[in-house]
């Protein structure tokens, strides 16, 4: 892996702690486009790429994610009943999409992935804050029913979940944001996990992968990125109680809708 490439990674890796910490995401909608692009750069094919940038970057979100849910914890703001049980069902439904996304074809993948985060910010977008005088959704079945399917979705996309369920606990399980941002970041621990086992069972035995990895798992791609982003995490969990909620709500919107249009290929059909 050549030097530039090195710098790239590790620079991504900031700004995707960064993000998780304030955002409550894992940085899918950092870490894919710029490791699909490394891959490439380097000779892998686009199908196998999109899958490795996937499945190292769940590995990513594992660590990532941790630190961001106990700087959140710290602040009391992680609703953990809720968290665990969102994240052990969309574990199992991760692990699923990610048997099935070895499936899919490459180019369909990409655009995939695009298309539910950017439909993730439109949605935040246009629809209404929850009111603050509603009272959160109390409720394990409901979480179990948002879980599983949430994970199936991340797990073919190659996403820790946040960029999906902040709106769903948002507009749907009526969490205030800081809340939905801090129990997010809980639920993506398991979320991970799940699509991470699901991208190395499944890519063991495929050819073309690039060298040092594990199934879809690229080995030295991810400890450029944890090296940088597990510490900013934390960084990033400070400053987003620092933020008013509406703020951290547009800056969360924005990034969901530049990403999404990017791995979509609107701005390279824009030139």
């Avoid at 710098?7 to 950092?30: D, K, N, Q």
């Avoid at 979480?143 to 507009?171: F, H, Y």
Wanted: charged content about 5%; hydrophobic content about 55%; overall charge positive.
């Amino acid at each position: 892996m050549a030097l530039n490439h090195i710098i790239a990674l590790l620079t991504t890796g900031v700004g995707v702690g960064f993000a998780s910490g304030l955002l409550g995401v894992g940085g899918c909608f950092i870490m894919v486009p710029v490791q699909y692009w490394i891959y490439t750069a380097t000779g892998v094919p686009a199908e196998v790429a999109i899958k490795v940038a996937f499945g190292t970057n769940l590995l990513v979100v594992l660590p990532t994610a941790a630190s961001s849910a106990w700087g959140h914890s710290r602040r009391k703001a992680v609703w953990w009943r809720a968290g665990i049980i969102l994240g052990i069902c969309g574990m199992v439904g991760s692990f699923g999409g990610a048997t099935i996304a070895s499936y899919l074809p490459g180019a369909g993948l990409k655009i995939a992935f695009g298309a539910v985060i950017l439909t993730g910010g439109i949605r935040m977008l246009t629809a209404r804050p929850p009111r603050v005088t509603e009272s959160t959704k109390d409720s394990p079945w409901l979480w179990a029913a948002w879980g599983i399917p949430t994970g199936v979705v991340t797990g073919i996309i190659g996403i820790g979940g946040g960029v999906l369920m902040v709106p769903i606990m948002t507009l749907a399980l009526k969490f205030k944001m800081h809340h939905a941002v801090a129990t997010s970041a809980a639920m993506m621990m398991f979320t991970s996990l799940g699509g991470v086992i699901g991208y190395i069972v499944n890519g063991l035995e495929v050819t073309g992968l690039p060298s040092a990895s594990i199934g879809y798992v690229h080995i030295w791609s991810w400890l450029a990125l944890a090296a940088t982003s597990v510490p900013m995490a934390q960084v990033g969990a400070r400053t987003a109680h620092l933020l008013p909620a509406k703020q951290l709500r547009w800056i969360f919107i924005a990034v969901m809708l530049c990403m999404g249009l990017k791995m979509i290929g609107v701005f390279n059909w824009l030139g």
